[in-house]
């Protein structure tokens, strides 16, 4: 990977994901869909493109992208799904494709997954599969989709027996994350995002989290400046970790801090919205953590400091996650049982050995993680 190079003027970080003939720009800075269709026209086969989006982000950004691609020449169609975590299944995956084909997309057609980490997945595993492989380029308006979902290439929907089980690995041509896109969140959606932030400090990079305790409350409160740095160092640790393995057969698997508990809180809530996806995962990094106290690897000071600086800016660290009944531990392992990263019959887990020192470990006892969680429960 490319160091970022800083453009002064327009104050664009460009950094580069390094997968040979596959590899792509990541562009982060503010103002990018209303310039991008300047900064896609060089990657388009031809000039012309479908946006996919949701109801939600067309509203507020559909039409600043539009005028952008008439600006650089660019014919496009759109298409416009339900908002929210329902609309990744398999109904609406083939009323996507239906509506592609019925726009007559060629080989030739580029996809534009204009939105959060919903419509990135979607649109990209349709552009996996429509023609068989259709270049896509990811705009992510969500801090959760800037720093983790719109970079490294995969792509997915859920399924009745959990999440992101269909899916495939489909590098986009190019991401363009507009940090302007950020001041439109609610604050539980960009709270969401942050627990992605943090996970790249928890994984590597302890300097990182020690930067985002000291500066994670104003980069919350709407610093421009902090957002920026803050994605931009978050996309390059990705960007690293996926050219080094691409399709997760090695350390790509750090980047599941938190995500296997995360996971199996999200399939007890029902995808309906009531937990999203980084709230999840911020409760599923302290449970790691937690996990990785009891089996003496970690010290409890540092599983402290990932409880504290989560709740301090109002993220969910444990079982109220799911309500006031909490959760049933048993059901939770059943969901990990169905996680796709399950290998030989055991359930996968990135555990620590301390702040920026995680690991993964394929041998834990569930009845380990199963007292933790009941621990965990009656607190």
């Known amino acids: 990977m490319k160091p970022a190079a800083t453009t002064s003027a327009d104050k664009v970080e460009t950094l580069r994901v390094e997968l040979g003939e596959r590899g792509y720009d990541i562009l982060v800075g503010a103002d990018l869909i209303a310039r991008a269709g300047q900064h896609m026209k060089p990657v388009l086969p031809r000039p012309r493109v479908v946006v996919i989006t949701d109801e939600t ?21 759109k298409i416009v799904l339900p908002a929210g975590e329902a609309t990744k299944d398999f109904a609406h995956l083939e009323r996507l494709i239906e509506e ?26 349709a552009a996996s599969i429509v023609l068989r492989g259709l270049d896509f380029v990811q705009i992510p308006t969500t801090l959760l989709a800037q720093v983790d979902s719109a ?29 302007g896109a950020l001041s439109t969140l609610p604050k539980r959606e960009l709270l969401a995002g942050y627990a992605e932030v943090v996970k790249y400090g928890l994984i590597d990079d302890a300097p990182f ?21 803050a994605v931009a160092r978050s996309c390059a640790a990705k960007a690293r970790i996926v050219a080094m393995d691409e ?10 801090l938190g995500h296997t508990f995360g996971h199996a809180l999200e399939a007890e809530a029902g995808y309906g919205g009531s937990v999203l996806h980084g709230e999840a995962v911020a409760a599923g990094m302290v449970m790691a953590f937690d996990l990785s106290v009891r089996l003496g690897l970690c010290p409890a000071e540092d599983a402290a400091r990932v409880r ?11 079982a109220q996650i799911l309500g006031p009944a909490g959760w049933n531990a048993d059901r939770l392992i059943g969901h990990m049982r169905q996680d796709k990263k399950v290998k030989d019959g055991r359930v996968t887990f990135i555990l620590a050995r301390g702040i920026g020192k995680s690991f993964i470990a394929h041998d ?6 199963r007292r933790m969680l009941d621990a ?4």
């Open 209 to 229: 989290f020690a930067w985002l305790e000291e500066n994670g409350p104003a980069l919350i409160a709407g610093d421009a400046t902090l957002r920026r740095h």
């Open 247 to 256: 399709r997760e057969t090695g350390p790509r698997a750090l980047l599941n």
């Open 308 to 318: 504290r600086h989560l709740a301090s800016v109002g993220l969910p660290t444990g």
């Open 57 to 77: 982000v067309a509203k507020l950004h559909l039409t600043a992208l539009t005028a952008s691609l008439d600006e650089a020449g660019i014919a496009h169609g």
């Open 376 to 379: 965990a429960a009656a607190a």
């Open 151 to 179: 970079v490294g290439g995969k792509t997915a929907i859920n399924t009745k027996r959990g999440k992101n089980l269909v899916g495939a690995f489909h590098q986009p041509r190019l991401v363009l994350a507009d940090t």
């Open 100 to 125: 592609l084909l019925a726009q007559r997309v060629e080989r030739s057609t580029m996809l534009v997954a204009l939105g959060g980490g919903v419509i990135g997945d979607i649109a990209g595993f």
């Open 364 to 369: 834990v006892e569930l009845d380990e993680v």
